[in-house]
C-alpha cells in the first residue's frame, strides 16, 4: 500500500529546538498546519548537515508558507542538543528536531532500515488534514534540494486552494496551472 494519501500514524516523541526546552511533539500537534518530516540516517555525520543546513536556509520562507519542519532521526533529543551545541552548521538551525529511539516514526513513516536501527534519507510532506502529499527517499550518499521542496510544497498547497487545478512539471509559482478535461487529452 501507498503511503501518498494516508493519514499520519500517532506518534509521541521528544523534540529539541534551539532556545527551548524539549518538548513533546504529537500527530495531534502536527494538524492544522502543513509540515515536513526530514529523516535523515543520524547525527554526528556527513550528508545529513549539508541537507539541513540548506534546508535552514528555507525555514524562515517555509514559515511564511505555513510549514513547520521537523528534523527527525533514529537519535534522542539529547544527541540532538549535543550536535546543535557543537557543529558550525546545525547550531544554526531553528526547526525542532525529535528524538526517534524507539523507532516509532521511522516504522510510521516506512522509513527504518531494520537491523541498523537507522532511518532512511526521505522527506514526507503532510498537509493541514494530516495526510501525506509529497514523499522524497534517496540513496544514503545522495543529498536532498530544499529549492525543490519548496516548490513542492508550493505546489501542494496550490492543488489544495485550488480545486480541479493541476500544477504541471517544474511548475513555479504564478505559472500557469492546467484543468484537467478530455478537451486536453492528447494535446499536451
Known amino acids: 500500500m501507498g503511503i501518498i494519501g494516508s493519514e499520519i500514524k500517532p506518534f509521541t516523541a521528544t523534540a529539541f529546538q534551539a532556545g527551548k526546552d524539549f518538548f513533546e511533539v504529537t500527530d495531534e500537534d502536527v494538524k492544522g498546519k502543513w509540515a515536513v518530516f526530514f529523516f535523515y540516517p543520524a547525527d554526528f555525520t556527513f550528508v545529513c548537515p549539508t541537507e539541513l543546513e ?10 511564511k508558507l505555513d510549514v513547520e519542519v521537523y528534523g527527525v532521526s533514529t537519535d534522542t533529543h539529547f544527541s540532538h542538543k549535543a550536535w546543535h ?15 526517534d ?10 522509513v527504518l532500515r531494520e537491523g541498523a536501527g537507522l532511518a532512511d534519507r526521505a522527506t514526507f510532506v503532510v498537509d493541514p488534514d494530516g495526510v501525506i502529499q509529497l514523499v522524497e527517499q534517496t540513496c544514503e550518499g545522495v543529498g536532498r534540494n530544499a529549492n525543490e521542496l519548496v516548490r513542492k510544497i508550493r505546489a501542494a498547497q496550490y492543488v489544495r486552494n485550488n480545486p480541479g487545478q493541476v500544477c504541471p512539471a517544474a511548475w513555479e509559482e504564478g505559472e500557469d496551472t492546467l484543468a484537467p478535461s478530455l478537451d486536453l487529452v492528447g494535446k499536451i
Request: charged share 25%.
Open 54 to 63: 540548506d534546508l535552514g536556509e528555507h525555514y524562515e520562507m517555509l514559515q
Open 85 to 99: 551545541d557543537t557543529s558550525e552548521k546545525i547550531g544554526k538551525l531553528n526547526f525542532p528536531f525529535l528524538g
Open 101 to 110: 529511539q524507539n523507532h516509532v516514526l521511522a516504522r510510521n513513516f516506512d
